[in-house]
């Protein structure tokens, strides 16, 4: 009694205007955070000390309806085009959604591309000296509780479930075990289906992922001319 409860905060700050567009707190909730962010998503981890378990939470944003937006006249003459204004512009909606996870995380990354086609995968060090590639569309807030509708299935959402499941086949290091990793970094090839990814720490580890596999590449089992 008597001592404060531990709180974990997120603040997503809009670094040009100066505002603060969502705080998210988590009680009952630790360090250490990891924390990676890509396009319009934010995912990070903590330790629930309410479930006695780490937890994964996203956030999303997303743009307001298209026909709230206002057209303003370009500089070019008689040309309507739409502009964006960081310092007028509307504050996103934004979606959240958390997720207990079956251990400690080292690290937090995410695959790039060079056009940004292939579906994403979230990457984490474990604290087990392993890399794992979870596919994005497990951690998409939108994930539906309940029978999902005719709109989810179209959209692919996956049902929610309140677990990450963590299967062999998405473990990148494979049989390799990675020390005490610190950061995760990856970065694009030539092709759309393929990126490196390096991760450091007391060891190094480099690897190469496909998400979304070799939809670019020709199979072995083509008939091409040698």
């Known amino acids: 009694e008597g001592e404060s409860t531990p709180v974990v905060t997120v603040y997503?700050?809009?670094?040009?205007?100066?505002k603060i567009h969502a705080r998210v707190t988590h009680e009952d909730a630790?360090?250490?955070?990891?924390?990676?962010?890509?396009?319009?998503?934010?995912?990070?981890s903590y330790f629930s000390e309410h479930t006695k378990s780490y937890e994964v939470s996203v956030m999303e944003l997303y743009e307001d309806r298209a026909d709230e937006w206002v057209p303003w006249l370009s500089s070019r003459e008689g040309e309507v085009v739409e502009s964006f204004d960081s310092f007028n512009s509307p504050i996103p909606r934004i979606l959240s959604q958390a997720y207990v996870f079956p251990g400690a995380i080292r690290?937090?990354?995410?695959?790039?591309?060079?056009?940004?086609?292939?579906?994403?995968?979230?990457?984490?060090?474990?604290?087990?000296n392993r890399l794992l590639g979870v596919d994005r569309r497990l951690l998409d807030p939108?994930?539906?509780?309940?029978?999902?509708?005719?709109?989810?299935?179209?959209?692919g959402l996956v049902p929610y479930s309140p677990r990450l499941p963590v299967q062999p086949k998405s473990v990148l290091s494979y049989n390799q075990t990675i020390h005490r990793t610190r950061a995760i970094?990856?970065?694009?090839?030539?092709?759309?289906?393929?990126?490196?990814?390096?991760?450091?720490?007391?060891?190094?580890?480099?690897?190469?992922?496909?998400?979304?596999m070799t939809y670019d590449q020709l199979g072995d089992e083509f008939n091409k001319v040698n």
């Open 185 to 212: 970094a990856s970065s694009p090839t030539g092709l759309e289906s393929t990126c490196m990814i390096f991760t450091y720490g007391l060891d190094l580890f480099f690897t190469h992922a496909t998400p979304s």
């Open 107 to 128: 690290a937090l990354g995410v695959t790039t591309t060079a056009k940004g086609i292939t579906a994403k995968q979230i990457l984490i060090g474990l604290a087990s």
């Open 142 to 155: 939108r994930r539906p509780v309940g029978t999902p509708t005719a709109f989810d299935k179209e959209e």
């Open 12 to 18: 997503l700050l809009d670094t040009v205007s100066g």
């Open 30 to 44: 630790k360090g250490p955070v990891r924390l990676v962010q890509s396009e319009n998503f934010v995912v990070y």
